[in-house]
């Protein structure tokens, strides 16, 4: 025991239990605080990837093929298979002209669909990627059905400063 | 042994558990209830512009496929809505057989009305509602009562089926045929800003004015048609008929099957089918209706 003169903190029984715990307090609500950062203003900012417009997949539907347009020619042939593929590499071409991340392995998917059955789909993918700014719009058919047509990025370890620059 | 400074370390301790707790619950439950994310406002007003575009796509695909198949529908039952109640022979409709009358402007505009409104219906919106990521321990403050519980309506009520309903009740506000073009007017389309967080719905919107147009031929070419063969046909020897509608009409080939005489006429968008009774008259031609 210490010194009775003033110094005397009652370092009996209970002293060493107290700080050994007020300790593990400290190095919890250091963590959570600190190292967890929970002290800190929750990021609140809306994350890009909550948005993806659709003006892409709106320009490639409205882009003209002959004397039609792309989404005309696809919904008027959509029962015939052989006009569907003939579509096929002028749909290539289109979605390749479409910017990527540089120096990424990144590849933009078109894929059209009726009542959940894939009419069209031109798919490029890596092992690994993830899709991006998945836009999809719906269009009606003279059957009185609707025709699905989805446009995404396929990208292979893309961050958020590689899809901003597109 | 000093039994009141004994119990300063344990009651210093248990102090500090509760200081900090009551810190650790303040600033978790005044997160948990903060609904200003940045951006989140901004997002909406470009979602739902983003969303104008694809419905005014939508109208627009649907007045299309509407046009095309009224336009044919009414030059294949020559100027009439349907050849239910008039007799026809080879699918061409005989037009003083039937019981309504000669109004094709009236009628096609029945017709495309009718099937806009069976694409209309059908319209689903692809929108993305927006879903926000939870707060840290939000939802165990939401489990014991401290924060109110975000009811989600059921898809009925739901913010994707208030963006497809406007679309869904698509009227025509104004149609009308003017230098060979077809021009429309749709009601106005009314779009609810999706609310986020604690914005209320309809707090904000975004009106679009939908409007088609089409190329169309001459629409009075009916009207004329019809007073030329009640003029120049019935009661008259095909001959003479034939010779008169010859001569107005430019491709125009009629058949004579006595007493019935059918009547092709191609012109530049459609072709007129009809067949006519040679030897019954007409209805009037007061009541004929034009544009």
């Known amino acids: 025991m210490l010194g009775k003169k003033g110094a005397d903190f009652g370092m009996g029984l209970t002293m060493i239990p107290s700080i050994i715990i007020l300790i593990i307090i400290l190095t919890f609500y250091i963590f959570l605080f600190f190292v967890w950062g929970f002290g800190n203003s929750p990021d609140l900012i809306i994350k890009s990837d909550a948005y993806s417009d659709s003006s892409k997949i709106l320009v490639l539907i409205n882009t003209p093929l002959g004397s039609s347009t792309l989404s005309e020619l696809i919904s008027d042939n959509v029962d015939n298979k052989e006009e569907i593929k003939k579509l096929e590499p002028d749909i290539t071409s289109l979605i390749k002209s479409l910017p990527v991340p540089p120096n990424k392995n990144a590849f933009w998917n078109f894929i059209v669909s009726k009542n959940d059955e894939e009419i069209l789909a031109i798919r490029e993918s890596t092992l690994g990627a993830s899709d991006y700014y998945k836009q999809s719009i719906n269009i009606p058919l003279k059957d009185r059905s609707l025709l699905n047509m989805e446009l995404y990025l396929n990208c292979n370890n893309c961050n958020e400063e590689d899809l901003a620059l597109i | ?291």
């Open chain 2, 1 to 291: 042994m000093n039994k009141k400074a004994d119990l300063f370390m344990p009651m210093f301790v248990l102090t500090s558990f509760i200081v900090f707790a009551l810190l650790f619950y303040t600033i978790s439950s005044t997160n948990a209830k903060r609904n200003d994310i940045i951006g989140a406002s901004s997002i909406s007003l470009i979602k739902i512009y983003d969303e104008a575009e694809k419905v005014l796509f939508y109208i627009d695909e649907s007045s299309r496929l509407s046009f095309d198949s009224a336009y044919n529908t009414l030059a294949n039952n020559g100027g009439y809505y349907s050849n239910d109640d008039c007799d026809n022979i080879n699918g061409y409709l005989i037009i003083n057989h039937c019981k309504s009358d000669f109004s094709p402007y009236d009628n096609f505009k029945k017709l495309f009305s009718d099937e806009m409104n069976s694409y209309t219906k059908l319209y689903r919106s692809s929108y993305s509602e927006f879903k926000p990521e939870d707060i840290t321990l939000s939802s165990t403050f939401t489990f014991f009562g401290f924060i109110p519980e975000e009811v989600k309506p059921n898809s009925e009520f739901s913010y994707k089926s208030l963006l497809e309903k406007p679309v869904q009740n698509l009227q025509i506000s104004y149609l009308d045929f003017k230098d060979n073009k077809l021009n429309i007017i749709y009601s106005d389309v009314k779009l609810n800003v999706e609310p986020v967080r604690s914005s209320a719905l309809a707090s904000s919107y975004y009106i679009i004015h939908p409007k088609f147009s089409a190329d169309v031929d001459d629409f009075n070419i009916y009207n004329n048609l019809y007073s030329s063969i009640a003029v120049n046909c019935i009661n008259k020897e095909f001959e003479v008929c034939n010779q008169v509608l010859s001569s107005q009409y430019s491709g125009i080939k009629l058949e004579n099957l006595n007493p019935i005489v059918k009547l092709t006429l191609p012109l530049k968008y459609s072709t007129i089918n009809m067949a006519f009774d040679n030897s019954k008259p007409l209805k009037q031609l007061e009541l004929f209706t034009s544009s």
